[in-house]
């Protein structure tokens, strides 16, 4: 059953030559680039595309793809879309919005002279686009296709279309979503168990986590950088479990700051760019405000425990299995030596 609602469109018309909502939806975009968050965004959005991956917006621009995100989802579809992989819309769920080009068409032999009259019009008693100065009548079919000489396409402002959330359908299984190219390492995290799942958080607030109960790590983008820090926390999870200690729930700023060290020192090894700036202003706000006695314990606690996760990242990596595995699926047979160089330090 078709369900799921979709609010009523609304005036048509702003000023802009956009419909209202368009409008609303647009000044989405623009508070992302004004907050910045286009830049977390855009790296939620840029997927690799797996072969097998068959989500409509995949064929989506790449704004509409960025406002999906921004609206918390991977996937989003119409009511016809859902039901065909046999999903329905929950009751009472709103769709989120996309936008599309409204275009007018004029006729082109009309349009050279200027004349105001170009603009096609639709007649619904002869379901033909007309030009009232030439008498010119081109089928709608024809129109669409864009590929008609005698007619001009320009973009007049944009209407919306409403799409649903996965988070707000329910029936069969989805496949799961997998990276073309899994990230260095994945093979440690195989090893030990962890379900990698790639899904927008909900809350929007992060690009990855690591949940230790359930042993899965989120991840809302393919960035190999986020996959470290994230298999950070579960090594740190492993070394503290040792001495009957545990991960803190939410954003410890100590767990933190291991989790950040951790991957930056990762990301160098694997060639995968450095991290240390933003890790450097990272540090510097966790610091900020803390006394100087408080920071020599944490700067003693972080680093203890960094060598820890390395350590643990490392030498099962190395370890039989894990480290022949990453180097074939990736492609980075490198990853041993450079390794054992690393914990040489
Ligand atoms: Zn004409
Ligand atoms: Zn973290």
């Known amino acids: 059953m078709a369900m799921g609602k979709t609010r009523a469109a609304g005036p048509r018309q702003g000023g802009s030559g956009n419909t209202r909502r368009a409008d609303l939806v647009l000044r989405r975009l623009v508070e992302e680039f004004r907050s910045g968050r286009i830049t977390e965004t855009i790296s939620k959005v840029d997927f690799l595309r797996d072969p097998r991956d068959n989500r409509p917006c995949m064929s989506w621009s790449l704004k509409n793809r960025v406002l999906m995100v921004g609206q918390g989802t991977f996937d989003a579809r119409n009511v016809a879309q859902w039901n065909r992989v046999n999903r329905r819309v929950i009751a009472r769920r709103s769709a ?9 068409y004029s006729c082109a032999s009309c349009a050279k002279g ?23 009548s081109v089928a709608p079919s024809a129109i669409r ?23 707000d359908t329910v029936g069969d299984a989805l496949p799961e979503y997998a990276p ?4 260095p390492l994945h093979g440690v995290a195989k090893k030990w168990g962890i379900h990698v799942k790639y899904q927008v958080d909900p809350s929007g607030s992060s690009l990855g986590s690591y949940e230790a109960r359930s042993n899965t790590i989120h991840l809302g983008t393919e960035s190999p950088w ?25 954003q410890d700023p100590v767990q933190e700051a291991v989790a950040q060290l951790s991957a930056c020192v ?10 240390r700036a933003h890790t450097r202003d990272y540090l510097r706000a966790q610091a900020r405000g803390t006394g100087e006695r408080e920071l020599v314990r944490l700067a003693l606690d972080v680093l203890d425990r960094v060598e820890g996760v390395l350590g643990l990242i490392l030498s099962t990596a190395q370890g039989s299995g894990a480290a022949a595995e990453s ?10 030596a450079r390794a054992g ?3 040489g330090h």
């Open 180 to 183: 073309a190219r899994p990230p």
């Open 114 to 136: 200027a004349a105001r009259g170009a603009r096609l019009r639709y007649a619904r008693s002869a379901r033909l686009f007309e030009c009232r100065t030439c008498g010119l």
């Open 341 to 343: 160089k690393i914990r």
């Open 327 to 336: 180097g074939q699926e990736d492609g980075h047979r490198g990853d041993g």
């Open 266 to 275: 990762l990301s160098e090894m694997y060639g995968m760019g450095s991290t």
């Open 145 to 167: 296709g864009g590929s008609d000489p005698a007619v001009l396409r320009r973009i007049r402002g944009f209407g919306c279309q409403p799409e649903f959330r996965v988070e």
């Open 226 to 250: 986020v996959f470290f820090h994230e298999i950070s926390h579960a090594a740190d999870s492993m070394v503290l479990a040792r001495s009957g200690r545990a991960l803190k729930g939410g």
């Open 96 to 104: 989120i919005y996309i936008i599309r080009p409204l275009h007018a």
